[in-house]
C-alpha cells in the first residue's frame, strides 16, 4: 500500500461541487481518501490572463496499486469530469497532480515526484501542511525548508467530505 498526496484544482464551473465530485470518483476507483485539506482559493498561476480563480485542495490517499496506475486513475477522473489540455496552465474543470508518494521518487517525464513544482506553490503547500505539518521530502529534506514563491492563496472553505471509513478525516479531526 501506497501512501500518497494529491493536489486537486478546478476553476471552471461549480468549482467546489467539481473538487468534491472528483474526490468521490477517485474514491469509487479504490483511491482510499485518507483525509482532505480545507478548499483554498488562489488566483491562476501562469496561462492566459483573465481566467477565473482556482479552487484547491490536498487529499492524503492510500493506494494498493503502482505509483504509475495511481496517475492513470488520476488522469481518468480528469478525463470522466472532461479535462481539456488545449493550453498549458490554462483553465480546467478539473486538474488532479501527485504530489508525493511516501518513500517514492521518481524524474520520469510520464511521473515526476516530487510534483517538480509544488514547493513554490502555496496553493499545494499551504493544504498539504495542513494534513501533515512538516512532510519529509524524498531527498531528506522537510517541506518547511523550502521557500514558497507564489503567494496569494487564502481559505474559501471547509474541508471536503470523506467517505465514512475506519480510520477517514478530514484536516478538522487530527
Known sequence: ?????????????????????ALDRLDDHDVRIDACSRVWA?????????????????????????????????????DEFGRVRNERWGPRTIDIDVLLIDGFASDDPRLTVPHPRMLERAFVMLPLLEL????????GRRALQVTMTSGGARPFAPPLAVRDRPGARDARTR
Open 42 to 78: 488562489t488566483e491562476p498561476v501562469g496561462g492566459p490572463e483573465g481566467q477565473p480563480e482556482f479552487l484547491n485542495v490536498v487529499a492524503r490517499v492510500t493506494w494498493s496499486g503502482a505509483p504509475l496506475d495511481l496517475l492513470e486513475v488520476a488522469n481518468a477522473v480528469e
Open 1 to 21: 500500500m501506497l501512501t500518497a498526496h494529491l493536489g486537486l484544482g478546478s476553476n471552471l464551473g461549480d468549482r467546489l461541487a467539481t473538487l468534491q465530485a
Open 132 to 139: 501533515d505539518p512538516d512532510p519529509l521530502l524524498p531527498d
